[in-house]
């Protein structure tokens, strides 16, 4: 699949050329992840049904995966008893992520999907199955 990134506007700041996790995955269902939380934060926008189905398609993800995922050579940092868990069973670590959307509705976090085979205004979220089609 082309690179597909996103549009939008987040407490009033323009924010452009975010990466989008699973474009097409979750019918235009997407949500605005922060990482990091500090001057420079990393946005991302995942698609999913969820806050819970975020974490889980962020963990999953081969390219951002490794901003949540705990490496083996330091799980005897964590309580394993007590810990968050992603859907393979890695050890996550929450504590910098933030993710943002209106839960319950049918697109959470409104943004507008842009990349080569795409208009050049872009497109809804909800339209990208239609030019995946294409």
Not at 37 to 52: H, K, Q, T, W
Not at 99 to 109: K, L, R, V
């Amino acid at each position: 699949m082309p690179q597909i990134t996103a549009t939008a506007t987040f407490n009033g700041l323009l924010l452009k050329n975010l990466p989008v996790v699973n474009p097409g995955d979750w019918f235009g269902k997407t949500w605005i992840v922060e990482i990091g939380g500090s001057y420079f934060p990393l946005y991302l926008i995942v698609e999913a049904d969820s806050v819970c189905g975020v974490i889980d398609e962020l963990a999953e993800s081969e390219e951002h995966g490794h901003h949540i995922v705990v490496l083996p050579e330091d799980l005897g940092d964590y309580d394993l008893e007590s810990c968050h868990y992603g859907p393979s069973g890695q050890v996550l670590d929450l504590d910098h992520l933030m993710i943002y959307g209106t839960e319950g509705s049918n697109q959470p976090f409104k943004c507008r999907y842009h990349g080569d085979h795409l208009p050049s205004e872009g497109v809804e979220p909800t339209e990208m199955n239609d030019w995946l089609e294409v």
